[in-house]
């Protein structure tokens, strides 16, 4: 069974500070992707990125940076320089390897709040 | 590019009512489909999902059903209404395996 964990319900920081969006997951599967997607305050989810387990290296894409480490199962998101539009829900989620995507095991989401 | 609509918005029902979401997709072929729940302060909760015409997988067992009656359409369906079918809807398509999904702007249900 798959699990993903996203310990920190809520955080709040103030504009300009960085911020840590922490996951964990558990499977048993050897290869899986893991998928980072932002809901604002409108609804819909937005994809951010995915990755794949034989590919540990981290990225970058502007503000945001993302943290794979298989040896601890995590898939930590930061956010750099926060901003208020940052403000929103943000799911990790996992799916095995060679399966519909859409079908991926979601946390329960971090509520991020950025005051100005 | 591709698209995705999922109507309504907004939606508030008496228990005991029926129920039809309706989602499509547009500038693809063969997406596969998924309805998603999303409770309050919770994370996804996938629902249904549909790799081609007429099939249809149910992933936990409820009061609703879905049904693809064309490649790019997807329908959740209610034939009465409780009110723990209350929450947030969301349907997403995926262009197969290996890929994220996209999700459409969801359906805040209302089950009074």
């Known amino acids: 069974a798959q699990k993903v964990t996203q310990a920190q319900t809520e955080i709040s920081v103030v504009e300009k500070e960085d911020v840590t969006l922490d996951c964990v997951y558990e499977?048993?599967?050897?290869?899986?992707?893991l998928f980072w997607y932002k809901q604002p305050p409108s609804g819909e989810l937005v994809f951010l990125i995915r990755r794949n387990s034989f590919d540990e290296q981290n990225e970058i894409s502007g503000r945001y940076s993302w943290n794979f480490q298989k040896s601890t199962s995590s898939f930590n998101f930061t956010i750099t320089a926060s901003q208020v539009v940052d403000s929103a829900v943000y799911f990790c989620?996992?799916?095995?390897?060679?399966?519909?995507?859409?079908?991926?095991?979601f946390g329960d989401g971090t509520t991020l709040t950025v005051k100005p | 590019s591709q698209t995705i609509h999922q109507w309504p918005a907004t939606l508030v029902q008496p228990v005991g009512s029926p129920l039809s979401l309706e989602c499509t997709v547009e500038g693809t072929s063969n997406p596969n489909l998924y309805w998603y729940r999303q409770a309050a302060g919770r994370g996804l909760q996938l629902l249904f999902y549909s790799v081609g015409i007429g099939q249809i997988s149910s992933e936990v067992p409820q009061n609703l059903s879905a049904s693809r009656p064309q490649d790019r359409q997807f329908i959740l369906s209610s034939k009465k209404l409780l009110l723990s079918d209350s929450g947030f809807y969301l349907c997403a398509w995926s262009p197969g395996s290996n890929t994220e999904a996209f999700f459409g702007q969801g359906t805040r249900l209302t089950v009074v």
């Open positions: 989620a996992l799916s095995p390897y060679n399966t519909n995507a859409g079908k991926s095991t």
């Open positions: 499977t048993r599967d050897t290869t899986y992707y």
